[in-house]
C-alpha cells in the first residue's frame, strides 16, 4: 500500500567481478540515504540521510553498523559533504537562521568549526586541496541571484581561521 514507507537502498557495484551488493542492510534505519563517499581504506561510509526533515551527516559501517552521528537535530540542512585527502575531516554546507555557511568537523563529528558564513550570504560546494591545508568553496547572495549563476570562489582554513575572497563582484 500506499502509506508504507519506502526506503532507499544502497549497492557496490565490482567492476573486476561485476557483482552487485546492498550495503547497509543490518541497520536501513533512514527512509531517503544517499551515501555521499567511502573512507578509511573503504570500510566506512559516509551518509546523508534525511531525518525528521533535516539533512543531516552520518558515518557507518558499510552494512549499517556502527553509526554515528555528525550532526544533529537543530544544526540545519546539511550536504554536499566532502572528506578532506588526509580523511581526517570532513566539509559540508548547512543551513543557519541567516543563510547556508560551510563548516569542518573531524571524521567523528567533533571540532565542528565554521569555515564561512555571513548573513544573506550562501557559501556552498566545499572541496578540499590536496594538502587538506584549504577549502575551496563558492559564495553568492541568494536575494540577488536566487539562481546561484553569478557566485565567487573563495579559499579558507578549515579551523574557519582564514579566508578569502578569490574573485570579487561575480555577484
Known amino acids: 500500500p500506499w ?5 532507499s537502498h544502497l549497492w557496490t557495484y565490482d567492476l573486476n567481478t561485476f557483482d552487485l ?4 542492510a543490518i541497520d536501513n534505519t533512514f527512509e531517503y540515504m544517499p551515501c555521499c563517499l567511502l573512507y578509511d581504506d573503504e570500510n566506512r561510509m559516509v551518509v546523508n540521510p534525511v531525518i525528521d526533515g533535516e539533512q543531516r551527516v552520518v558515518t557507518m559501517n558499510l552494512d549499517g553498523s556502527d553509526q554515528e552521528n555528525i550532526t544533529t537535530e537543530g544544526q540545519g540542512y546539511t550536504y554536499g559533504v566532502v572528506i578532506s585527502t588526509d ?8 543551513s543557519g537562521r541567516d543563510g547556508y555557511a560551510v563548516f ?6 567533533g571540532d565542528r568549526r565554521c569555515v564561512a558564513g555571513e548573513k544573506g550570504h550562501l557559501y556552498f560546494g ?3 586541496s590536496l594538502d587538506s591545508e584549504w577549502l ?3 559564495d ?8 546561484h549563476d553569478w557566485a565567487d570562489i573563495c579559499i579558507g582554513r578549515p579551523d574557519g581561521s582564514e579566508h578569502r575572497v ?3 563582484n561575480m555577484r
Not at 580523511?87 to 548547512?94: D, E, G
Not at 569542518?104 to 563529528?109: E, L
Open 166 to 168: 578569490v574573485t570579487d
Open 126 to 128: 566545499p572541496s578540499w
Open 3 to 7: 502509506s508504507e514507507v519506502v526506503k
Open 136 to 138: 575551496l568553496y563558492l
Open 87 to 94: 580523511q581526517k575531516r570532513l566539509a559540508f554546507h548547512a
Open 140 to 147: 553568492c547572495t541568494p536575494h540577488n541571484d536566487p539562481g
Open 104 to 109: 569542518s568537523t573531524d571524521i567523528s563529528g
Open 21 to 24: 551488493v546492498e550495503i547497509a
